[in-house]
């Protein structure tokens, strides 16, 4: 006779399968929020001219 104090097996794996749910989700939203964010930072920047994105490229123009 099973212990009643104990879940099914079947609700065990529901259990799982909602908690898996639940982080991937966190994971997509911070992931999503992040490159929002950021696209905003970098329009941002361009729009008050300190761009930062290219500082570590040589000018894509000829200075001679």
């Given at each position: 006779?099973?212990?009643p104090n104990q879940p099914s097996p079947r609700r065990?794996?529901?259990a799982?399968?909602?908690i898996v749910a639940i982080?991937?989700?966190v994971?997509?939203?911070i992931f999503f929020a992040r490159n929002i964010w950021h696209g905003e930072e970098?329009?941002?920047d361009q729009a008050t001219g300190q761009n930062l994105s290219n500082a570590h490229a040589e000018p894509?123009?000829?200075t001679n």
């Open positions: 006779m099973p212990d065990l794996g529901r799982g399968i909602y982080v991937l989700a994971f997509v939203f970098l329009n941002e894509a123009y000829d």
